[in-house]
């Protein structure tokens, strides 16, 4: 039985008394497409250098395909492809030279290189440019070419910092299409600010928060979530109470709008609806109703969630 391809435990970054990174544990399964999001100084960058072994961990344990990051670094690096958010590339070597250079570097022979270079370039489809020099090259053509460096060795893990940095909306649409085709037969991990992009083509969603995992989710499941909104004329409380009753008692989140007007909004599983009790009992109680809808629950609203409670951990489990 082969390994799961990332398994993280427990794993905490120091920098002098900075915590960039507490008690973070979570596994990827093989080709699985997983984004990973957080605000700026969450610690998506850090973690990333640390499964990468460009960093070094406090505490804890990581391991790709099997292989300790810390003690089997070389084993580590074979089985991954990186894109740092910045790319170090040299603007006076061309494209074709610079992933040749790349390519020998990795330990490629000459035979392997003269085969496997072409392929990259149609697959990363920058075969158009491979004679321009690198420093020529638009945002979008340079983020195509660290993805091709990348993918030289063929690894089994993409790690991505930020792929879509940068880019236009059609360069952006391009780049996510190739990382949908790329999850075919790689595991990629990216790292991204915008909720949309991430919810386009994940598997899996990972949340870091002030350096704590907050959320570990697979997109499938949490898409069977859903919520009711209620908006309703009168005392909170009383609107409120009206329909967590309805619901069960679950958590019911409730503001004040205008004109005396509530808003109220409840998580339900998948497969119960209670709308038409909701608008009975209300009416019964002689509380005005403007809205009454229901609605997936969507990555959004996950995020909004955890930028607006206190950091929690989140265990190890597949949920």
Known sequence: MQPEMVEVSHLTKLFGQVLALHDVSFRLERNEIVGLLGNNGAGKSTLMRVL??????????????GFDVLTQSMEVRQRIGYLPENIPLYPEMRVEEYLAYRAQLKGMDRPGRMRRIPEILDRCRIAGVR????????KGFRQRVGLADALLANPRLLILDEPTDGLDPGQKQDALALLRELGQDHTILFSSHLLVEVEAIVDRVLILRRGHLAFNQQLASM????IMLVEAQGATDKIAAVVGRLVGQRLVESSLLEEGWVSCSVRLPEGIDPRVEVARSLHEQQLPIRKLDFRRRTLQDRWNEINNTEVTTQSPGRN
């Open 52 to 65: 990468t072994t460009y960093l070094p961990a406090t505490s804890g344990v990581a391991r790709v395909d």
């Open 131 to 138: 004679r321009r020099l690198l420093g020529t090259l638009s």
């Open 223 to 226: 898409e069977r979530d859903q």
